[in-house]
């Protein structure tokens, strides 16, 4: 595997389940992000992840908690979510420099619809 | 916080004619400005960059312009092919000391016409 890869590619999941998103890079990065990416919209920022701290939390709600167990390994746990939050949800990740982080690469993403 | 404007929503051009999108940021210290194309079922795929140190780059037959004054910069496509069909992205972002999130415009859907 290169690059940056999501599982599931597709979820469909009643509001009442809980669900896991999961984002692996092969890189060899030290920064991960999630982005929201919905229909009309531009994508949003939901959190950034810095060797494994979380150093960014865009007014996400508590329905999605994030969890980066390692630079390589980013899920995003999914708990009674609302329609409105069907969306393609998008891992990326760059290299943290103390000077800055620019180049950030996408995986495929995953399509959530929740019914 | 920084807002990035795209334009347009839709390009469509002739097969080997040119293509230009527009985007304009508002946070003069913003620094960075990647430009990203997605193609349909896939994640965004970065395609060329800009640093606020520098006025242009090129890449072949893309090159991206930046007006720092004027707080916008450009995606330029030449000799544009079917495969440019896709939906390009400009971003902005202040990068310094640390990870940063990308601030995205809506995005343009290019039409490559034979």
């Known amino acids: ?115 | 916080g920084e807002n990035v404007e795209q334009h347009p929503s839709t390009l469509s051009v002739q097969e080997g004619d040119s293509a230009v999108i527009k985007c304009t940021y508002s946070d003069s210290a913003s620094n960075y400005f990647p430009w990203y194309k997605q193609e349909l079922g896939k994640g965004p795929q970065l395609i060329i960059d800009i640093r606020s140190n520098v006025g242009e780059k090129k890449d072949q037959r893309i090159a991206v312009t930046l007006n720092k004054t004027a707080k916008h910069f450009s995606l330029h496509i030449t000799e544009t092919q079917p495969e440019d069909s896709a939906v390009y992205f400009c971003a902005a972002i202040l990068s310094g000391g640390g990870a940063d999130g990308l601030t995205f415009g809506k995005g343009t859907h290019l039409i490559i016409q034979p």
């Open chain 1, 1 to 115: 595997e290169t690059g940056v890869t999501q599982t599931p590619r597709h979820l469909v999941m009643g509001m009442t389940n809980k669900k896991s998103l999961k984002c692996e890079q092969h890189l060899g990065h030290n920064a991960m992000y999630w982005y929201k990416q919905s229909a009309k919209k531009p994508l949003e920022l939901m959190f950034v992840y810095s060797l494994e701290e979380r150093v960014e939390n865009n007014s996400v709600p508590s329905r999605f908690s994030p969890e980066c167990p390692n630079s390589s390994h980013l899920f995003l746990h999914l708990h009674t979510l609302q329609p409105e939050d069907s969306a393609l949800y998008l891992c990326a990740s760059s290299q943290d420099y103390s000077g800055g982080s620019y180049e950030q690469y996408f995986g495929p993403g995953t399509r959530l619809t929740v019914t």
